[in-house]
């Protein structure tokens, strides 16, 4: 090949070389270009993503009475029905059993020659021979001696473990039993409207429903089986857990994010409506799994826990209470109700704005901590450990009219009591300076053993009209029912129980009890007693 041909294939292979490194590099940026384009492509579909999600959460918060869904509760269903877990020790002791050889065979004693003609040879042969034959019986009853003793730990230890496992099997099945009896015993309760077994009911019931997350599902719950009142007092979410991304965008230009958000005013009325739904399903899973029929009336406290920014203290407040009948309740279909109307239509009790966090008065609340079941202690003026339920009717009249006087006149309000009755109820009128809350006040004890009828509630009511005072307080040893809390909503009307007259009596030093049954038999003691005076004189 010539010298110019040489050097144009140099030339054609340098060509192709730097059109294949221009098409490498032309692949490289096509690539960079793609992948730059997919990462953009993913930024948005992320933005997008996160703000479906943000508006996803909130839907399901608003949406719990919507998609309320049907809870059926067996008890059968909290019975342990399973077998004992761990299945019975095999017999594989035998294989660790021991066997002994053959029992020693005696052999003939073999003479030779000599030992024939010799009878002292063979004579010493014979005794040697035996000699040998029982040191080999020995030593096999020492070695059967040893298996056996090995042989009967082993067995030993089999028995002892399969021992140990029937005692275990015996205790799981006599727990189950116990356990599956006590399941029973609450069913039994619960269709006969006891108090332990209506609390065990509804706890599962309340434990099986359905919210999303942002809820908390922590409560107290207390049944009083004489008015057939449930009270709930439920835990809140805080307002700061409600998602506030309105919408993300991804900035291509500046390849960043950028989040919007609700404003306060938009969360307020989320918050606002969450809490009423929560209240309303909680009011109506009740209800509608209430199979014995156990429930008349439902009061729903709700509590909040947070931080109170005045003080910077974390605090627990009511700020949400509602009190409904159980016949007025089903009438309404709650998968399409409006909340705020139908918390309003039952009367609820909240600040303007539930979101503003304002602390109100719970409709009811049973106090589990008090001394209701439990003897007093020390304490002042004469009704140190007394069951106040029990006590003179003219004795309980001036307890209270003390009691309020201690409460309300360091504020400057005056108290006069009327004439004392034998109603065993005080009409007493309290005058209070205070010219937003104040003016002219009646109050009204009834020192019962049993629940208040709605009548009372009423005729308070009414003496409330005709004396043109401004509020009504009625005061119970006892309870109220659910048509003394019905009647007594949005009137200028305050129910205090045996509670709250225990825990008035602490804050202003007294220690006294309640005990209903206790005051039962002494007043019907002291009403026999009174008979036989009577037909003697």
Same mark, same amino acid.
């Given at each position: 090949?010539?010298?110019?041909?040489?050097?144009?294939?140099?030339?054609?292979?340098?060509?192709?070389?730097?059109?294949?490194?221009?098409?490498?590099?032309?692949?490289?940026?096509?690539?960079?270009?793609?992948?730059?384009?997919?990462?953009?492509?993913?930024?948005?579909?992320?933005?997008?993503?996160?703000?479906?999600?943000?508006?996803?959460?909130?839907?399901?918060?608003?949406?719990?009475?919507?998609?309320?869904?049907?809870?059926?509760?067996?008890?059968?269903?909290?019975?342990?029905?399973?077998?004992?877990?761990?299945?019975?020790?095999?017999?594989?002791?035998?294989?660790?059993?021991?066997?002994?050889?053959?029992?020693?065979?005696?052999?003939? *004693?073999?003479?030779?020659?000599?030992?024939?003609?010799?009878?002292?040879?063979?004579?010493?042969?014979?005794?040697?021979?035996?000699?040998?034959?029982?040191?080999?019986?020995?030593?096999?009853?020492?070695?059967?001696?040893?298996?056996?003793?090995?042989?009967?730990?082993?067995?030993?230890? %089999?028995?002892?473990?399969?021992?140990?496992? $029937?005692?275990?099997?015996?205790?799981?099945?006599?727990?189950?039993?116990?356990?599956?009896?006590?399941?029973?015993?609450?069913?039994?309760?619960?269709?006969?409207?006891?108090?332990?077994?209506?609390?065990?009911?509804?706890?599962?019931?309340?434990?099986?429903?359905?919210?999303?997350?942002?809820?908390?599902?922590?409560?107290?719950?207390?049944?009083?089986?004489?008015?057939?009142?449930?009270?709930?007092?439920?835990?809140?979410?805080?307002?700061?857990?409600?998602?506030?991304?309105?919408?993300?965008? %991804?900035?291509?230009?500046?390849?960043?994010?950028?989040?919007? %958000?609700?404003?306060?005013?938009?969360?307020?009325?989320?918050?606002?409506?969450?809490?009423?739904?929560?209240?309303?399903?909680?009011?109506?899973?009740?209800?509608?799994?209430?199979?014995?029929?156990?429930?008349?009336?439902? +009061?729903?406290?709700?509590?909040?826990?947070?931080?109170?920014?005045?003080?910077?203290?974390?605090?627990?407040?009511?700020?949400?209470?509602?009190?409904?009948?159980?016949?007025?309740?089903?009438?309404?279909?709650?998968?399409?109700?409006?909340?705020?109307?139908?918390?309003?239509?039952?009367?609820?009790?909240?600040?303007?704005?539930?979101?503003?966090?304002?602390?109100?008065?719970?409709?009811?609340?049973?106090?589990?901590?008090?001394?209701?079941?439990?003897?007093?202690?020390? *304490?002042?003026?004469?009704?140190?450990?007394?069951?106040?339920?029990?006590?003179?009717?003219?004795?309980?009249?001036?307890?209270?009219?003390?009691?309020?006087?201690?409460?309300?006149?360091?504020?400057?309000?005056?108290?006069?009591?009327?004439?004392?009755?034998?109603?065993?109820? *005080?009409?007493? +009128?309290?005058?209070?300076?205070?010219?937003?809350?104040?003016?002219?006040?009646?109050?009204?004890?009834?020192?019962?053993? $049993?629940?208040?009828?709605?009548?009372?509630?009423?005729?308070?009511?009414?003496?409330?009209?005709?004396?043109?005072?401004?509020?009504?307080?009625?005061?119970?040893?006892?309870?109220?029912?659910?048509?003394?809390?019905?009647?007594?909503?949005?009137?200028?009307?305050?129910?205090?129980?045996?509670?709250?007259?225990?825990?008035?009596?602490?804050?202003?030093?007294?220690?006294?009890?309640?005990?209903?049954?206790?005051?039962?038999?002494?007043?019907?003691?002291?009403?026999?007693?009174?008979? *036989?005076?009577?037909?003697?004189?």
């Amino acid at each position: 090949m010539s010298r110019g041909g040489f050097v144009t294939i140099i030339n054609q292979m340098a060509r192709e070389a730097d059109q294949a490194q221009r098409n490498r590099i032309r692949e490289i940026k096509q690539c960079e270009k793609k992948r730059a384009t997919q990462e953009k492509e993913d930024a948005i579909w992320s933005a997008k993503e996160k703000t479906l999600e943000a508006n996803k959460e909130r839907d399901n918060i608003l949406n719990i009475l919507p998609n309320t869904k049907p809870i059926t509760i067996s008890f059968e269903d909290y019975k342990e029905t399973g077998s004992f877990p761990k299945s019975m020790p095999k017999p594989n002791y035998l294989s660790k059993i021991k066997k002994n050889y053959s029992y020693p065979i005696k052999e003939k *004693v073999k003479f030779s020659i000599k030992e024939r003609l010799f009878k002292e040879l063979r004579e010493r042969k014979t005794t040697e021979h035996n000699k040998k034959f029982q040191k080999k019986i020995d030593r096999w009853h020492r070695l059967d001696e040893i298996i056996k003793k090995d042989n009967e730990k082993v067995k030993l230890d %089999y028995e002892q473990t399969v021992e140990a496992w $029937n005692n275990r099997r015996k205790a799981f099945e006599k727990n189950q039993k116990i356990k599956n009896k006590k399941i029973d015993l609450l069913k039994h309760d619960y269709m006969r409207m006891k108090k332990e077994g209506v609390e065990f009911y509804f706890n599962k019931v309340l434990k099986k429903s359905e919210y999303p997350k942002y809820y908390i599902k922590k409560w107290g719950l207390e049944y009083d089986p004489e008015t057939k009142i449930i009270i709930i007092n439920h835990a809140l979410p805080p307002i700061g857990s409600i998602n506030n991304i309105k919408e993300v965008k %991804y900035i291509i230009s500046r390849n960043a994010f950028k989040e919007t %958000y609700l404003k306060p005013t938009e969360i307020n009325s989320i918050y606002n409506n969450a809490i009423i739904q929560l209240c309303l399903r909680v009011t109506h899973d009740i209800y509608t799994t209430d199979i014995a029929k156990s429930v008349t009336s439902i +009061v729903f406290n709700g509590w909040l826990t947070d931080v109170d920014r005045s003080i910077g203290k974390e605090e627990t407040k009511c700020i949400i209470s509602l009190q409904t009948t159980r016949d007025e309740f089903l009438k309404i279909n709650i998968k399409k109700v409006d909340p705020s109307l139908c918390f309003k239509r039952f009367k609820g009790r909240s600040a303007a704005k539930i979101s503003e966090l304002v602390p109100i008065a719970p409709i009811a609340i049973f106090n589990k901590k008090d001394r209701r079941f439990v003897d007093g202690h020390d *304490v002042a003026a004469g009704i140190s450990g007394m069951n106040i339920a029990s006590m003179h009717w003219e004795e309980f009249e001036h307890l209270i009219r003390e009691l309020f006087e201690k409460e309300f006149c360091k504020n400057g309000a005056e108290i006069k009591i009327t004439q004392a009755s034998r109603d065993g109820g *005080v009409d007493a +009128v309290m005058f209070d300076p205070d010219p937003i809350r104040g003016g002219k006040i009646i109050i009204q004890a009834k020192r019962y053993t $049993n629940t208040v009828g709605v009548s009372a509630v009423r005729d308070l009511y009414g003496t409330v009209m005709n004396e043109g005072a401004s509020k009504g307080i009625l005061v119970t040893t006892s309870n109220y029912g659910a048509d003394s809390y019905n009647f007594a909503k949005n009137k200028p009307l305050t129910l205090l129980n045996g509670s709250n007259l225990l825990h008035l009596l602490e804050e202003n030093g007294f220690n006294a009890k309640i005990d209903l049954i206790e005051a039962k038999m002494i007043l019907s003691k002291q009403e026999e007693t009174r008979l *036989v005076n009577h037909s003697l004189d």
